[in-house]
């Protein structure tokens, strides 16, 4: 689910600003620069909060505001809150540490370098299929992309519900390797 919404964020929030509302390269660039900037302060605040209320919690947060944000792109007429919503878009990133830390978790240390590899193949298979099959249905409608996000991000919640909190073994270090 993860490629699917990074391919929505990347391929037709950004089309959509400049589509819908103008923006120039520079418009785009200054917003890229403007997020990078916000989350370089946000993600740490992030990755501290996942061991205090757990993954469960900080993934449902996630995909709330994800179906959300997906909703209002539908909707959207305001050139500001397009801006409010691609940046709220790109810090709900950040929520996604939260997977990691769970499988870190639950998985045999050997399990983890295997199921990364087929997480990576899955992701680049949305992101050949998805912008293609996202431009024919942008073309039929532009909310209609980011209505099929809204129902992924549904989905991803009611899967969310399934992680059980696991503890974390006596001595082991959880890190997000990048």
């Not at 589509?19 to 917003?31: A, E």
């Not at 996942?50 to 469960?56: H, K, L, Q, Y």
Request: aromatic share 14%; net charge neutral; charged share 15%.
């Amino acid at each position: 689910m993860g490629g699917a919404r990074r391919q929505i964020f990347i391929a037709f929030a950004a089309f959509l600003l400049v589509q819908k509302f103008k923006f120039s390269i520079q418009d785009i660039s200054l917003l890229f620069l403007l997020n990078n900037t916000i989350n370089y302060f946000v993600a740490p605040f992030i990755g501290r909060i996942i061991p205090r209320v757990g993954e469960r919690a900080v993934l449902s947060i996630e995909y709330i505001f994800l179906i959300i944000v997906f909703i209002s792109y539908a909707l959207v007429e305001s050139k500001s809150v397009a801006i409010g919503l691609y940046v709220m878009d790109h810090i709900l990133f950040n929520f996604s540490i939260a997977i990691t830390t769970y499988f870190q978790k639950i998985a045999e240390p050997e399990d983890i370098a295997p199921s990364a590899a087929v997480g990576f193949t899955i992701n680049h298979i949305a992101a050949v299929v998805l912008p293609v099959a996202g431009g024919y249905l942008w073309m039929i409608d532009y909310k209609i992309p980011f209505l099929v996000g809204a129902g992924t991000g549904f989905l991803s919640l009611c899967l969310a519900q399934f992680i059980k909190e696991a503890p974390i073994p006596s001595g082991v270090e959880l890190s997000i390797k990048t």
